[in-house]
T-cell receptor, first 113, second 114 residues
Framework: GDSVTQMEGPVTLSEEAFLTINCTYT??????LFWYVQYPGEGLQLLLK?????DKGSNKGFEATYRKETTSFHLEKGSVQVSDSAVYFC????????????FGEGTQLTVNP | DTGVSQDPRHKITKRGQNVTFRCDPI?????LYWYRQTLGQGPEFLTY????????KSRLLSDRFSAERPKGSFSTLEIQRTEQGDSAMYLC????????????FGPGTRLTVL
């Protein structure tokens, strides 16, 4: 079946530090890949996505590149802010499986001033 | 606000009681998904509808759970004879035919079973 594995958290960084959250996947078909973010007390929001190999998704300074050869979709940001503190979820969907989302377990990020 | 809405936002019930949650998707979104999220975990798929048809149900959806979308607009998720293990956040998401994989999530209903 489909699965997503994220690096274990929580992650604590100082403001302006570089962020990497690792994500790898297994899928029965050709997946689209996503990063969702959940801010404290709020619902899940789509952060970025990539639908085919070598695509780069980007939004709000975050980036992730779809690497088919390593089945990975690592999230990066060059300089984090306190406002980036949230839980980040990597996810995939396969169109032939009704496009249902399969999520990783989430990574809690805390950014200190 | 034209986003996905869910009602109620919080529900506390006693074990053995029945509960029903409602989800109103974004207008014209023809797919509607239900997920369940327990503390410290990612959401897990429960079921989804395309218009009024329920197209898939997860093995997580025991026969105590039932979902409907009678007119292809709002959906309800009912849990009968609740158990403490049903305590979780229940999330609803919707998507449009041009981009089914881009799902928009509601704020969720947090269920606590005492």
């Amino acid at each position: 079946g489909d699965s997503v594995t994220q690096m274990e958290g929580p992650v604590t960084l100082s403001e302006e530090a570089f962020l990497t959250i690792n994500c790898t996947y297994t899928a029965t078909g050709y997946p689209s890949l996503f990063w969702y973010v959940q801010y404290p007390g709020e619902g899940l929001q789509l952060l970025l996505k990539a639908t085919k190999a070598d695509d780069k998704g980007s939004n709000k300074g975050f980036e992730a590149t779809y690497r088919k050869e390593t089945t990975s979709f690592h999230l990066e940001k060059g300089s984090v802010q306190v406002s980036d503190s949230a839980v980040y979820f990597c996810a995939l969907s396969v169109e032939t499986s009704g496009s249902r989302l399969t999520f990783g377990e989430g990574t809690q990020l805390t950014v200190n001033p | 606000d034209t986003g996905v809405s869910q009602d109620p936002r919080h529900k506390i019930t006693k074990r053995g009681q029945n509960v029903t949650f409602r989800c109103d998707p974004i207008s014209e979104h023809n797919r509607l998904y239900w997920y369940r999220q327990t503390l410290g975990q990612g959401p897990e798929f429960l079921t989804y509808f395309q218009n009024e048809a329920q197209l898939e149900k997860s093995r997580l959806l025991s026969d105590r759970f039932s979902a409907e979308r009678p007119k292809g607009s709002f959906s309800t998720l009912e849990i009968q004879r609740t158990e403490q293990g049903d305590s979780a956040m229940y999330l609803c998401a919707s998507s449009f035919r041009n981009s089914y994989n881009e799902q928009f999530f509601g704020p969720g209903t947090r269920l606590t079973v005492l």
